[in-house]
């Protein structure tokens, strides 16, 4: 299924369980303007065609002691596929990487790191990061506040 073959049901489902994971599929078909057996049979197959790709719960990660954000950019000394695969599979590795993204600049990816402090980051930094595959240079950028974070 593509996402062509979405009818306006299927993407009012995906809206909703975006806004609360936790609606019950009576709740959820009382908004889709579906019974519970065919609004489960849609969710069952939202998830099977992998437009649904899982349930969680949004942490309050300042109050986890996991509240500094920096974001990282990294340029890579070698981009060919080889080298781009091998940073992918290590980047994997470090918890601390929220998100790893390849970007289309004048350096190669964009991570999101969350760690407790500037002392922890710095470390994770110049630990792990740098010791990733075919890193050459790396410029953070400190968040200062989050006014948004979906």
Known sequence: ?????????????????????????????????????????RVKKLEREGFI????????????????????????SDTRSTALDAFNRAVLAIAEVEQCHMIAASFDYILKVRTKDIAAYRRVLGERISALPHVAQTSTYVAMETVKDR
């Open 53 to 76: 790709r899982g349930y969680s719960a949004i942490i309050d990660l300042e109050r986890m002691g996991e509240g500094h954000v920096a974001f990282v950019q990294v340029k890579l």
């Open 1 to 41: 299924m593509s996402e062509d073959q979405l009818d306006r049901i299927d993407r009012n489902i995906l809206a909703a369980l975006a806004a609360d994971g936790r609606l019950s599929a009576s709740e959820l078909g009382a908004k889709v303007g579906l019974s519970k057996t065919p609004v489960q049979a």
